[in-house]
T-cell receptor, first 119, second 110 residues
Framework: KAGVTQTPRYLIKTRGQQVTLSCSPI?????VSWYQQTPGQGLQFLFE???????NKGNFPGRFSGRQFSNSRSEMNVSTLELGDSALYLC??????????????????FGPGTRLTVL | DQQVKQNSPSLSVQEGRISILNCDYT??????FLWYKKYPAEGPTFLIS?????DKNEDGRFTVFLNKSAKHLSLHIVPSQPGDSAVYFC?????????FGKGTRLHILP
């Protein structure tokens, strides 16, 4: 089974621009989450989509948005880029938790990430 | 408000010795805990997990211990190998939410 793929892998933008990142989950996974990783801050949760609906949201400004398509693929958009948005953006997919099974949902499968540099 | 804390940003351990990575959490609603390992330029990969109904889970060289009363979990790696050098993230889950710690960078020394 193919893993989570993210495109592009690297991106350089300038302040004020906007950017769209793409994530294709593992086939059959319906939940897609996005994280921002910066040095010293670990993995900060951006949002999670499930069946085309945003189910959970982290504490990021409205400049960060996302969506999920009917095939579970997801995109993340950042508008009006700031220098502090430079980070590794990770996407993770999860299968749906089945009744009584604690493990099937919680494990997340991460993509390789998109390294965004804002100049 | 950090609900999952990894207080050691880095740790150096001699090859062959035991590596112990620690994680504390504040929310007693967390019922599932996971450890992920991350190499540079790659996404994190799942390592081992434990349900709140257990206090220990073992998988080869990796063992996770959970102390619910102290809201503390630890990952033991024994014996430590050079390929274990990576960043380790602790994560805690409740319902459909999962929260990660900031990570601990483990250096295995030759």
């Amino acid at each position: 089974k193919a893993g989570v793929t993210q495109t592009p892998r690297y991106l350089i933008k300038t302040r004020g621009q906007q950017v769209t990142l793409s994530c294709s989950p593992i086939s059959g996974h319906r939940s897609v989450s996005w994280y921002q990783q910066t040095p010293g801050q670990g993995l900060q949760f951006l949002f999670e989509y499930f069946s085309e609906t945003q189910r959970n949201k982290g504490n990021f400004p409205g400049r960060f948005s996302g969506r999920q398509f009917s095939n579970s693929r997801s995109e993340m958009n950042v508008s009006t880029l700031e220098l502090g948005d430079s980070a590794l953006y990770l996407c993770a997919s999860s299968p749906v938790r089945t009744s009584g099974d604690l493990s099937s949902y919680n494990e997340q499968f991460f993509g390789p990430g998109t390294r965004l540099t804002v100049l | 408000d950090q609900q999952v804390k990894q207080n050691s940003p880095s740790l150096s351990v001699q090859e062959g010795r035991i590596s112990i990575l620690n994680c504390d959490y504040t929310n007693s609603m967390f019922d599932y805990f996971l450890w992920y390992k991350k190499y540079p330029a790659e996404g994190p990969t799942f390592l081992i997990s434990i349900s709140s109904i257990k206090d220990k889970n073992e998988d080869g060289r990796f063992t996770v211990f959970l102390n619910k009363s102290a809201k503390h979990l630890s990952l033991h790696i024994v014996p430590s190998q050079p390929g274990d050098s990576a960043v380790y993230f602790c994560a805690a889950s409740a319902g459909d939410k999962i929260i990660f710690g900031k990570g601990t960078r483990l250096h295995i020394l030759p």
